[in-house]
């Protein structure tokens, strides 16, 4: 009969320090797993980009004009006075800033107004238009005249003249729609500049994409939209997963789009409202080049 000793001088029992590292590896893994895809995801809500889009239609005269178009910041800060996208905007040496709407959605934001307005206006001359959010949060008496007092120019359903080397572009800005009801429309808008300044090429700031056949039908040569949030969540082979209106796969939400009359020039925008996420869409100031 065997002792239960000799036994176990033949068979030692297992290590369980062995099994302390196996269990140590698969936790370290793990955590550096589950880090990488947090910082993966932070990337994708706080990492800056963006894409040079060339529009050929302009006069000869406003050839490599550079637009940074600014959409839907939604108050949301990057860096403290948003210093980290002042300065990438200022990299991307711009020759005019074009705010288009949603740039806060709550009344209790407009504290952050100040800084990224001077921010801009300091880097380029820098024109504003409404999106729907800011007549949401009804500030829109209070933050208009707020930019104007930072250097920002807002084009409260007006337009000015641009001029370069001879060349004249109208810069049209049209007050979103959940404006006033008796506001006048984009279509009035490009009228009175046609019988005002003749043949001219337009080019009309506007927050909404989805109001492209206004803007076709107002025959504008070339529109800067956001409003879209790149669809948030961009799936390979599609223009977004979710559209402005909690619609499914919508259309005309980021880059460069050919209509039926004039061009259209859409950003993916900057911030979200919350609980809204993004994925493969990271904030986006898209640069649009005239040639």
């Known amino acids: 009969m065997i002792k239960e000793s000799d036994w176990?001088?033949?068979?030692?029992?297992?290590?369980?320090?062995?099994?302390?590292?196996?269990?140590l590896t698969r936790l370290v893994t793990t955590v550096l797993v589950l880090g990488l895809l947090v910082g993966w995801f932070w990337w994708q809500q706080n990492g800056l980009s963006s894409e040079t889009i060339t529009v050929s239609s302009a006069?000869?005269?406003?050839?490599?004009y550079r637009i940074a178009v600014v959409s839907d910041?939604?108050?949301?800060?990057?860096?403290?006075?948003?210093?980290?996208?002042?300065?990438?905007?200022r990299d991307l040496e711009?020759?005019?800033?074009?705010?288009?709407?949603?740039?806060?959605?709550?009344?209790?934001?407009?504290?952050?107004?100040?800084?990224?307005?001077k921010g801009l206006a300091a880097i380029a001359p820098t024109?504003?238009?409404?999106g729907n959010h800011e007549w949401a949060a009804g500030v829109v008496r209070e933050l208009e005249p707020l930019l104007e007092q930072c250097g920002v120019t807002v084009l409260s359903n007006e337009y000015?003249?641009?001029e370069r080397n001879g060349d004249r572009i109208a810069?049209?800005?049209?007050?979103?729609?959940?404006?006033?009801a008796d506001q006048k429309t984009v279509q009035e808008l490009a009228d009175q500049v046609r019988q005002e300044q003749g043949a001219v090429y337009e080019i009309l700031l506007s927050h909404r994409n989805n109001h492209y056949e206004q803007y076709t039908q107002a025959r504008v040569d070339l529109t800067l939209a956001g409003h879209a949030h790149g669809g948030l969540i961009r799936l390979p082979g599609t223009d977004g997963l979710v559209g402005p209106k909690r619609e499914l796969f919508p259309q005309y939400t980021a880059g460069l789009y050919d209509l039926s009359y004039g061009q259209m020039v859409v950003s993916r925008g900057l911030g979200n409202q919350f609980p809204c996420f993004r994925?493969?869409?990271?904030?986006?100031?898209?640069?649009?080049?005239?040639?």
């Open 171 to 180: 810069l049209l800005g049209a007050e979103d729609s959940n404006g006033y």
């Open 73 to 89: 910041l939604h108050a949301k800060e990057f860096g403290e006075g948003n210093r980290v996208l002042l300065d990438y905007v």
């Open 279 to 291: 994925l493969l869409n990271r904030p986006d100031v898209p640069l649009v080049v005239l040639g």
């Open 8 to 23: 176990n001088e033949r068979y030692p029992r297992p290590r369980r320090r062995r099994r302390r590292r196996g269990c």
């Open 94 to 117: 711009p020759d005019l800033v074009a705010v288009v709407g949603d740039i806060l959605h709550e009344p209790d934001q407009m504290s952050m107004i100040p800084a990224v307005a």
């Open 127 to 130: 024109y504003y238009v409404t």
């Open 160 to 162: 000015v003249m641009l």
């Open 59 to 64: 006069p000869d005269g406003f050839d490599g």
